[in-house]
């Protein structure tokens, strides 16, 4: 079974687009993965929550990283604890079930939410990080979501199946094997009217004519050639954040623009010294 | 709906497998999508699409077999759904599936199995969607309302009616739209037209026709349009079997009109019509083309070995309508088509076949392979090149 029956249509603090709906829906509606992928900054990583949110669910979240391996999301038998604990004579030693760390996925397959509702959403972060086999290892587990704990042989199986929502940045192709299994939504870059009403979710209070004019730089500064780091929608917000504590006039960003000098507080956009330089360069000239 | 969108996508080249394709089938039973075309549009795309670089094809793909919908003028989509003829699905799988999922299918219990299942979501999915359903409610103005599947619609050799508007509409939305790929067209028609002039001339002398070039170079817009009269009466005399009834329609009339347009210039020239592959019977007139049935035997008879034999078609098709008795799409051949190519080929063997699928695609269809043998090579693209390479071929 599903995990719930509600239906995900965005939140308070999330804009979600028609067609991210519905790829959210098809995934908790037939418990197959989404996965998500997307420039950085343009909401992957918060989806996950915000879909736990709107269902009522608690969010269990695994970052991978470059050594990060199936089996931790599974579970590791902690041989080093055993091992000392045997030469200092700890009572609990013979029984091997007290080594094993239960992972992620096990978690997740367990977890009754705080709300009383059975299942989670389980996030697996930037799943391109891991090795190139890493997808194709969790493929049986993620399709039965069971799996087997050899050294006690207990079976770990989930009697309600989690909202399972993986995100890659694109640094590795993922296995077509893997891939059949899932639902796929691509996040395009926000267009300028769908960046305003995310914006307006952050900074509820922004000003329109600072808003106008902040956006009309942003999106020119991402069309600057070469830049190492082209700034996203995390940048924006931060950005306009600062812009709107430090009651920056729209009036000073006009000028900028207008006498082609950096926007004021510009290194909250462009974090990278050498694209700061750069961009330095091309509004002197 | 979704089985043409499902196999327009691997005509694309975009690798949906079936097992997305039941995930589909299955979302759209769970009503996953409420009610809104667009919503359905997502669903598909995020099921069938795993790579956004391929995005952009999904779209073509879609508008292509949404547009479609809407053209077939006076059938509405249930009917046009309810007459899939199995055997015709089964002959496109046989040509898009790869040998993994046809394991698949075969662990599945087959296609019988597999039609099965599908007539049984789909009709959970009717019985769903019973009561005031805009999907079904609104036939003909929503795409969608195809899923008021009739789940005894997959059947085998109906009445020949339906069966046939069944299979020209599919054949119709086969192939992606090849227009900007296929190189004759419009533009270098004039040179085309003149490297076929060159070829019914020869064989006779000519000697310069100063009235008739003037004239010609004024009417082409000053392009110089060299006229020669003939010696002797022109000697060439071709014989054209067209390929009529599929998406590649538009790029096969192309080449009608060039030999019409030089009509004049051959001896004679002969057209017959025919569908996917020879078989025992053509046609003259394309619009009483099952009226007005001619037997291939007839045609052999008629015209002597030193006609030129053209073949125009995309040679696409499932290899049982080359090989097997009883594999043509439209009706029951006693013989296989292999045979009646063969005939043909023996009864006047200067011939060629000219095939308007771009040449880098002629790979991944093993028909085009089977028949580019049958001709021992004398397969050539519809392309000014080709055309002078099978040109030269056939003197
Ligand atoms: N559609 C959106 N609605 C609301 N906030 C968004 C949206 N997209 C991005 N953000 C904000 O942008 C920032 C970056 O999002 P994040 O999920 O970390 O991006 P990613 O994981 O794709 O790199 C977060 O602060 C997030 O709240
Ligand atoms: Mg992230």
Known sequence: MSATEARFSGTATYIATEDLKVAVNAAVTLSRPLLVKGEPGTG???????????????????????TTKAQHGLYEYDAVSRLRDSQLGEPGVKEIGNYIRPGRLWDAFTHVSGSGKAG?????????????????????????????????????????????????NNEKELPD?????????????????????????????????????ALGLFYGLREVPGLKKRP????????????MADQVPPSALKASREEGRLPPLSGALLKNEQDLQQLDRLARR | MFLRLFFGLREAGVPASLLELLTLIEAMAQRVPAFSVDDAYHLARATLVKDERHLDRFDRVFAQVYQGLGEAAGETPEEILADIPEAWLRKLAEKHLSEEEKARIEALGGWEELMETLKKRLAEQQGRHQGGNKWIGTAGTSPFGAYGYNPEGIRIGQHE????????????????????????????VKVALRRLRRFARTGAATELDLDGTIRATAHNGGLLDLKMVPERHNAVKVLLFLDVGGSMDDHIRTCEELFSAVRGEFKHLEYYYFHNCLYEFVWRDNKRRHTERIPTHEVLRTYPADYKLIFVGDASMSPY?????????????????????????????????????PERYWGYTPSIGMIGKITEGRMFPLTLSGLDQAMRALL
Not at chain 1, 51 to 65: E, M
Not at chain 1, 139 to 157: A, C, I, K, S, Y
Not at chain 1, 234 to 243: F, G, H, M, Q, T
Not at chain 2, 325 to 346: F, I, K, T
Request: aromatic share 8%.
């Open chain 1, 120 to 168: 989670c959403v389980l996030l697996i972060d930037e799943i391109d990080k891991a090795d190139i086999e890493f997808p194709n290892d969790l493929l049986l587990e993620l399709d039965r979501m069971e799996f087997h704990v050899h050294e006690t042989g207990q079976t770990v199986r989930a009697e309600t199946r989690p909202v399972v929502i993986i995100t890659s």
């Open chain 1, 232 to 243: 996203s929608t995390s940048e924006l917000l931060d950005w306009i954040r600062l812009l």
């Open chain 2, 321 to 357: 309508e080359i090989v097997y008795p009883g594999g043509a799409v439209e009706h029951w051949n006693r013989e296989p088509g292999e045979a009646w190519l063969r005939r043909a080929l023996d009864t006047w063997p200067r011939a060629v076949w000219l095939n308007p699928v």
């Open chain 1, 177 to 213: 094997a893997f891939l059949r299994r899932c639902f796929f939504h691509y996040i395009r870059f926000p267009d300028v009217e769908t960046m305003r009403a995310i914006i307006e979710v952050h900074h509820p209070g922004v000003k329109d004519d600072l808003l106008a004019e």
């Open chain 2, 161 to 188: 009616s339906r069966h046939r508007r069944a299979v020209k509409v599919w054949d119709k939305r086969e192939f992606k739209n090849l227009d900007d790929t296929v190189e004759l067209g419009t533009r270098n």
């Open chain 1, 44 to 66: 992957k990583t918060v989806l996950a929550r915000e879909v736990a949110d709107s269902l009522g669910l608690d969010l269990i979240s695994w970052h991978i990283k470059s």
